[in-house]
Structures are given as structure tokens and as C-alpha cells.
């Protein structure tokens, strides 16, 4: 590969307001791939990637306007969830024997980090090589969270990658969960259903839920199950299927145990239609694979289309969902002096 071909540009254009704080759009691109990321919710809008004849489109779920991030409250659309991603049992959990309280629009647990989590945060940014850095401080006891809490979000091309980089430390004890939340349709956004998608898991186990969502700590082998994604299977294959799981999720909406540890493979995906691929590797241990079963046409694109049920999967590289509350599971717990550091890398080819 040449120089020119690694260069990478990045551009950053006003985007709108929120709160009185000035939203901007960052447009990164290299010869392989344009992104663009916004500082509200630090949140992946769209990312163009080459199909097998090299025509590109966004394969990514979003919007074109700031005012339709604003309004979708349900989605998290390409944004950083946090502080916690995914679920907290009853939105409480306690640390060295003091108890908190996240509020929450559930009834049952607390999704996201609560009700105004880092999605709907207006970010600081600086244009680095090769990318950008949004920055949060998140103070101390927000959403019902102990500490004050630095994060940073760091969003790189290298090559056919998009890198992302997290780090975060607090000033007293706290829990923390990052993951990106981006939807992938590798036939575009408006391609349909990803029903077609063939997807791998790098995962011998899952953690199974109980009626309300929230994991029963048990670490259950895939096989044998609609889980198994050992193989690649088409997303559609078994989504239907007569499984107490699906039943309870409407579809695919677990957290995977990633076999292996440091940064290795979670997920491949192979769209049949376009031949575009993804490949995601993560330090993180799970992997939340969700098909997008509560896309129900209620929210619409920038140009009046509605997003419906499948049109987009979510592979959220992360901690467990309620690790708070699960001792066994691998902790969330980040302490003054420690630092967190994560690492996870969508990569898109096609297939050969
Ligand atoms: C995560 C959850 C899903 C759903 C989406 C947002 O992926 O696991 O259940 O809440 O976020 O709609």
C-alpha cells in the first residue's frame, strides 16, 4: 500500500446546537473509507465502504440531520453507551457496601448508563492523526454513578479500519461499561433486512437471560442451540426458531463470552449480496449480538424511510450486561489510580 493510499483527511463541520453547546460533524477518510462522527453522543453517523465492484455505500444505520438524533430517544444509533452499556438488574448495584440507583425508563433495570447517558452528551473533540478524540468528564454522580469519571473515545482509519480506543479513569470507585452502538446493514442502510447477513461468533458460550432481559449468571454453551455461530449461519437462519432465548428477545439480543483474551476476532459478517465483509476484533470479553428486533418503523431516516425490525445488527463489544451484580463475571469495577483501556476494530473488506 502507498503513502497516499494510509492518508488519511479529516474535516469538521458546525453541525447544529445542543443546550447551547456547539455539535460538529468530523468526516474522516482515507482511499478505503469515509466516517463521520459527531460530538453529540461521540456517535459513528455513517461510514462508506466499497462493495466487490468498489461502488461504496453507508453501512451503517443513522441520519443525515443533528434534529433526528435528537429525537430518537430509543436506538442509540452509532453512539458510545455509557457509563454502563447494556443492563443493570432494578438499576442498582453496590460497591464496597455502598448502594446506587440509576434512573431508568424501565421498569426492570437500568439500559445505557439511564435515562441521559453519554449518547446524549455533547462531547469535546480534537482532530488527532488519522482520526479524532472526544473527550467526557462525566461528574461525579451523574445518573446516580460514583465519581467523577474522564473518558475518552478515540476513533482512528488504518486502512479498511475503523479503530476504536477507549480509556477512562475516575476519582473513586465506580462501574464502567463503553461499547459503540452502531447498527451494520453491509448492503447499505437502505438495503433491506439483515436477515441475509451470514455472521460468525468467535464464542463458545453466551450468557442467557431470564424473562425481563437481565442475564441469569449461568454461562451456558452455545452448542446444540440458534446461538451457535461457531460456523457462520445467515442471521435469518434460525431467528425464528422455537427457542425460549429468541422467544424472550424477539430475535438476537445476548451477549456472547468471546473465546481467547487480549485483542482477537468477535465477529465476521458477509453480506451475499453486495460481498462486503466485516471483521471485528476486540480486547473486550462479550459481545452483544443484536439483530435489531425493536426497530419497529417508528424512527425514519433523513429521507423519510422507516428504519424497520432487522434492518441493522449491532455487535456491542463490552462487559457483561449487570457484571455489577454478578460477582463471577469478569469486573467492571474501576478504581482511583487504575486506568481503563479498551480496544476494538470494525475492519470491512469483501469477500474474495
Ligand atoms: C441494546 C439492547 C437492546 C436494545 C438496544 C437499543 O442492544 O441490548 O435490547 O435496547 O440496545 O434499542
Not at 460514583?146 to 476519582?171: K, N
Not at 458477509?270 to 476486540?282: A, E, I, M, N, Q
Request: hydrophobic letters at 35%; glycine letters at 10%.
Amino acid at each position: 500500500m502507498s503513502a497516499l493510499d494510509m492518508l488519511v483527511v479529516a474535516q469538521k463541520t458546525h453541525w447544529g446546537t445542543v443546550d447551547g453547546e456547539p455539535v460538529d460533524l468530523y468526516t474522516i477518510s482515507n482511499s478505503s473509507l469515509t466516517t463521520s462522527i459527531t460530538n453529540f453522543g461521540a456517535c459513528v453517523t455513517s461510514i462508506e465502504a466499497p462493495d466487490e465492484n468498489g461502488a461504496k455505500a453507508d453501512v451503517v444505520l443513522g441520519f443525515k440531520k443533528l434534529d433526528d438524533y435528537l429525537r430518537d430517544e430509543k436506538t442509540y444509533m452509532g453512539a458510545i453507551a455509557g457509563r454502563y452499556a447494556n443492563r443493570i438488574a432494578d438499576g442498582t448495584f453496590a460497591i464496597d457496601g455502598s448502594v446506587y440507583h440509576i434512573p431508568s425508563r424501565h421498569r426492570d433495570y437500568a439500559l445505557h448508563g439511564g435515562t441521559i447517558g453519554f449518547d446524549r452528551k455533547v462531547w469535546s473533540a480534537a482532530i488527532i492523526p488519522n482520526g479524532v478524540e472526544f473527550t467526557l468528564v462525566s461528574p461525579d454522580g451523574d445518573m446516580g454513578f460514583p465519581g467523577t469519571l474522564t473518558v475518552h473515545v478515540r476513533y482512528t482509519l488504518e486502512s479498511s479500519s475503523l479503530r476504536i480506543e477507549y480509556t477512562a479513569t475516575t476519582d473513586k470507585p465506580t462501574v464502567v461499561n463503553l461499547t459503540n452502538h452502531s447498527y451494520f446493514n453491509l448492503a447499505g442502510r437502505s438495503g433491506g433486512t439483515v436477515l441475509d447477513h451470514e455472521l460468525m461468533l468467535n464464542a463458545d458460550r453466551y450468557t442467557p437471560i431470564d424473562a425481563v432481559m437481565i442475564p441469569t449468571g449461568v454461562l451456558a454453551p452455545v452448542s446444540g442451540t440458534p446461538l451457535d455461530f461457531r460456523q457462520s449461519h445467515r442471521i435469518g437462519e434460525r431467528i425464528q426458531s422455537e427457542d425460549e432465548q429468541l422467544k424472550l428477545a424477539g430475535g438476537y439480543d445476548h451477549n456472547f463470552v468471546l473465546n481467547g483474551e487480549g485483542l482477537r476476532l468477535a465477529a465476521k459478517a458477509f453480506d451475499p449480496h453486495s460481498g462486503r465483509t466485516l471483521t471485528v476484533s476486540t480486547t473486550e470479553p462479550g459481545v452483544q449480538f443484536y439483530s435489531g428486533n425493536f426497530l419497529d418503523g417508528s424512527v425514519i431516516d433523513s429521507d423519510g424511510r422507516p428504519y424497520e425490525k432487522y434492518a441493522g445488527f449491532c455487535l456491542e463489544t463490552q462487559h457483561f450486561p449487570n457484571s455489577p451484580n454478578e460477582a463471577e463475571f469478569p469486573s467492571t469495577i474501576l478504581r482511583p489510580g487504575q486506568m481503563l483501556h479498551s480496544t476494538t476494530i470494525f475492519e470491512f473488506g469483501v469477500q474474495e
